[in-house]
């Protein structure tokens, strides 16, 4: 059963400049209890598409979309009601930042009670101790005394399990966590990514993970869609684009990890920037960076080819298996 479904999506943005579309023609599908990986460099319209789904955007973004469906609910078409009660229940998202997400003025049981009363999924007798269910849930030690703490006065690491908490809240079929370990330290990042992944596979929900790291990737989703200037560029099960991506920038992505320079002496990169703003070129964005580029690469889209649970959109597509991270000398 299919979860979310997203269908030919744009966003557009103007400015003094002119109209920047800043995710055009997206389509995604995330099935019930499936964990999927949105991943590209910063810049690639991840976010962006994400939150058009949430209704997140500012007044001034276009949002268009050919199907833009969660379960039973069309999110274009639903009225206001039926969607605030959608998003933030049935859907909900972690953001980058949680210090910038949580209110510094209200204390954390304050601020998850406050969800919880919103959703009405508990009667009011009970929120307190859905609250402390919650922190325990997560993760948090000591609820009780946690329950009375501001955010300033908690690590990095308890704030971003209060946000998956406040997520939780609403018992949502579908999580979407947005660069959850960005502003964390590599130990509290996974023990961030392993509660989220057991989360997941416990409560049975849907979890789309936006990243710009694909060892999280590799480590949490079973699909996964790559990310240039706001298109989707490739597709497939996780393993299958790991160890055989088809798409040029997937592949430099996968050479720029860290993984990939043991033994060597520089990391490898990729030359250039995400290609943004109003004046992106006709052709394939990514061209002006990639080695395999052509003449007809510049001219115009290559369309999304799709074939054995893959797509790729590319006129010269990489044939050869991509060599393990850990055989790479």
């Not at 953001?95 to 009667?123: E, H, M, Y």
């Not at 660069?179 to 596979?201: F, G, R, S």
């Not at 416990?202 to 993970?209: A, D, F, I, T």
Request: net charge positive; hydrophobic share 40%.
């Amino acid at each position: 059963m299919t979860a979310l479904v997203i269908r030919n999506l744009s966003v557009e943005f103007s400015s003094s400049k002119g109209v920047f579309r800043a995710v055009d023609g997206f389509d995604l599908d995330v099935a019930s209890a499936e964990s999927v990986g949105l991943v590209g460099e910063s810049g690639s319209g991840k976010s962006t598409a994400m939150l058009a789904v949430m209704g997140l955007l500012p007044s001034f973004a276009r949002v268009r979309a050919d199907e833009l469906r969660f379960g039973d609910i069309d999110l274009r078409n639903a009225s206001p009601r039926k969607r605030r009660k959608a998003l933030g229940s049935a859907i909900s998202m972690i953001f980058q930042d949680p210090l910038s997400s949580l209110n510094p003025c209200f204390t954390i049981g304050w601020q998850i009670a406050d969800v919880l009363k919103l959703s009405r999924t508990v009667p009011p007798e009970k929120i307190r101790d859905r609250v402390l269910e919650l922190l325990a849930l997560v993760g948090i030690p000591l609820p009780e005394q946690r329950y009375h703490a501001y955010p300033h006065q908690l690590s990095g690491g308890l704030c971003q399990r209060v946000m998956i908490a406040m997520a939780l809240a609403g018992e949502p079929k579908l999580l979407i966590a947005d660069e959850p370990t960005t502003a964390l330290d590599v130990t509290v990042q996974k023990q961030i990514l392993d509660l989220l992944c057991d989360l997941q596979k416990k409560r049975q929900m849907s979890l789309m993970l936006i990243t710009h790291d694909m060892g999280v990737v590799a480590k949490m989703a079973q699909r996964v869609y790559v990310m240039y200037g706001g298109v989707s560029v490739e597709e497939g099960k996780t393993r299958d684009v790991l160890e055989r991506p088809r798409h040029p920038y997937a592949a430099a992505l996968l050479r720029s990890m860290p993984e990939a320079a043991i033994g060597r002496a520089r990391l490898p990169m990729i030359p250039g920037m995400v290609a943004s703003g109003p004046d992106l070129p006709p052709g394939c964005l990514f061209a002006p960076r990639c080695e395999r580029a052509k003449e007809v690469c510049s001219d115009e889209m290559p369309p999304m080819e799709h074939g054995a649970d893959r797509g790729v959109r590319c006129y010269d597509p990489l044939l050869k298996p991509f060599k393990p991270l850990e055989d790479r000398s």
